[in-house]
């Protein structure tokens, strides 16, 4: 750009930076390696031709875009960024699926617990009844130590 040291794109290209570079404002000297990798997957003339299609507005994110993408094909030729995301979704499902067994778990032992403690209510109640209706026909219980009378049954009509 006239006085200023050439943009990446430029400097790649050995060519002279105009004021009105397209690739300027996007591709700053100081990171040749983002123009490199996006010339090496799009090529610089389809580049130059998206983006001088949008508007300006739009730009950035087309760059950071085609950038995000490059990258991803230099990693994976053949399925970019959808090889990544792919393998991310794979992920996420098998981490769902890990947590679902954990939560399955943690059901069990709760339900376990509840059951234990179901069962240890119902043997306290269970005992407290047998000692209600001993006391109520007045027989022993096995966990009263304390002697009871036998009622007597008296007949009313003599």
């Excluded at 996007?26 to 040749?32: A, G, N, Q, R």
């Excluded at 580049?47 to 760059?63: G, I, N, Y």
């Amino acid at each position: 750009m006239g006085s200023h040291s050439p943009c990446a794109s430029c400097k790649l290209l050995r060519r002279r930076c105009t004021p009105d570079c397209v690739f300027a404002p996007f591709f700053p000297s100081y990171e040749p390696h983002k123009f490199a990798m996006v010339h090496r997957v799009f090529g610089a003339s389809n580049v130059s031709k998206m983006l001088q299609e949008l508007p300006l507005h739009q730009r950035a994110d087309a760059v950071s875009s085609l950038v995000y993408e490059a990258n991803a094909r230099m990693r994976d030729p053949v399925y970019g960024c959808v090889g990544a995301i792919s393998y991310l979704q794979h992920q996420v499902s098998q981490l769902q699926m890990q947590l679902a067994l954990a939560q399955a778990e943690m059901l069990c032992i709760q339900m376990q617990q509840a059951q234990l403690m179901d069962a240890d209510g119902m043997q306290y109640l269970m005992q407290s009844d047998l000692s209600a209706v001993a006391q109520l026909t007045n027989y022993p219980s096995s966990s009263s130590n304390v002697p009871h009378e036998p009622l007597k049954r008296e007949n009313p009509w003599t």
